[in-house]
């Protein structure tokens, strides 16, 4: 009984883990974050921000390629190996692919999206116009929300996700935290 419950748990986990290498890693090199400032400091909005956000969504949505590795082994591991391992495979890849699919039909998608990238370029474009909120404006996405840095104001009531840069948090609590969330920002947004 026991065995069966710890081959069930090995294989779950393992599964769990396969899928999310492409986001825990890649993002997380040294040379991919030279241009930010460490974690968790304050970013600029430029375009280097934005086009991390999309790089961030990419890195979610190949998970549904990566599930296909543990999926296809858990199916060889029904067949032929341990009926157990094949199945925590089998359900945990199997579950991250149904609710990421079904996730964006609810509504509950990922952090990264291109609305989120449009509206930070928006920030951006209007920063640097005539109608940006002073004559110094310097946007940064705090961990709470988007703030002009000189005159304090709110540009965009969001909070800022997980963005691939190494957590300061150290490299395990950094892991563990980033497996729990999937990324998301722990803090809600202050209008809610
Ligand atoms: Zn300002």
């Known amino acids: ?8 748990s090995f294989g779950a986990i393992l599964a769990y883990l396969i899928a999310r290498v492409p986001f825990l890693t890649f993002p ?3 040379s991919w974050n030279e241009q930010f400032p460490p974690h968790p400091e304050a970013l600029y909005v430029d375009s280097h921000l934005i086009q991390r956000v999309m790089h961030m969504r990419i890195f979610y949505w190949i998970a549904l390629v990566f599930a296909l590795i543990p999926l296809s082994f858990g199916w060889f591991s029904l067949q032929y190996g341990s009926a157990p ?3 925590g495979m089998w359900t945990v890849s199997g579950w991250l692919i149904l609710s990421r ?3 964006v039909i609810s509504g509950d998608g990922p952090s990264w999206t291109k609305q989120l990238a449009m509206r930070l370029q928006l920030v951006k ?19 709470i929300a988007v703030r002009c840095t000189t005159c304090g104001k709110n540009l965009l009531n969001i909070p800022r ?32």
């Open 85 to 87: 391992i094949g199945f």
């Open 161 to 192: 996700p997980d963005l691939g840069r190494p957590r300061s948090d150290g490299w395990i609590m950094g892991f563990v935290r980033l497996l729990l969330t999937d990324g998301k920002p722990i803090i809600a947004s202050e209008e809610e």
């Open 1 to 8: 009984m026991w065995s069966t419950v710890l081959e069930f």
């Open 125 to 143: 474009n209007n920063s640097e116009s005539e109608e940006s909120c002073c004559n110094l404006s310097n946007p940064m996405w705090e961990v």
């Open 101 to 103: 699919v079904t996730g």
């Open 28 to 30: 997380r090199m040294r």
